[in-house]
């Protein structure tokens, strides 16, 4: 059984423990807290789940990362991450379930630094046996520009590593595909840009969308579609199949978060659900996201190439200048030293769950 708030006991007894002084510095999280760590940070424990993609594009190395969240091991062994740091899966697991975490747990594992989300209890509950705490945002500091949150942790991931030449790398790359991508499409009209519907959800009874400030409104937008999600809607908001109709998207996106395929949409095999007659459906233009070393729907590492997929997809003609394959081949031998299999990037760009 969990018992979040157990580790008075605990951290008493580790108070009788000799400590051995470390150097340290101070850093300032994505919340904008202040925090003492170690210079040298060896032992990571997390909640987060992806931090431990995010780790090893920040570093390079696995290793640190000794506790993490099961729904982060699933996801490691089922995606490329297992078989490209396979370190990773040694991680510890039963400290946490849900967004429950066992204190006593933690610290048992002994970590240098445990990293969180930024409204957890859980940062005062560790605050007080004296681990340090770091906290990464979702949504909250960048209203869900993807690129600004992803690459503010590597830069942060970067400072606690010493690699931030590593990271600063990263970012250019990712700012030149923005930059890329931005000027393609800039001389479009509202017209020539198609209206699309991004599904967090798609399912039976459970369809939701991304207004704006959510992460399907930046990826469609920055790939030059225009959002059909109506004004004033919360960033992710449930829909129902009337007003899919009315809306009657040209594309449509489903995230990772969901197990809908387009063959679904076009076989009309949803339980409860008419896909037959809107037009992204009949003219084949509905897409499963790719998924990498972490799904590619939220913040992930793989977020230069989730802009370059979906960029390509909404408007083939304009990003004809580069083959999606190739450059996925490419971004993980540069950033994650390893070589693709043609059958590896054929299952990252069409999963299968």
Known sequence: MFEPNRFILCAMALTAIPVVAQETHMVTDRMGRNVELPVEVNRIVTDFMPLPSAWYISTGSGDEV????????????????????PELLA???????GSSVNIEEVLRLAPDVFVTYETRQTIADMEKTGIPVLSLDVLSQSKGNVFETYFGWTKLLGQIAGQQERTDKIAAYANDVLM???SHIAHLSEKER?????FSRLGEDNLKINGTGHFGHFWMTEGGNRNLAPEGIPPLADIDMEQVYALNPEVIFISNFSPAQPEDLYENRITGQDWRHVSAVQNKRVYKVPEGIFQWYPPSADAPLMLQWIAQVSHPKL????????VIRDYYARFYDFNLRDEDIAAILKPTH
């Open 180 to 182: 890329h991508t931005r």
């Open 66 to 85: 000794v506790g993490m969240h099961p729904n982060s091991m699933r996801m490691a062994k089922r995606s490329i991450l297992g078989r490209i740091a």
């Open 91 to 97: 991680a510890e697991t039963g400290f946490t379930q």
């Open 194 to 198: 198609p209206g699309a519907l991004f």
């Open 319 to 326: 990003f004809d200048d580069y083959v999606i394959e190739e």
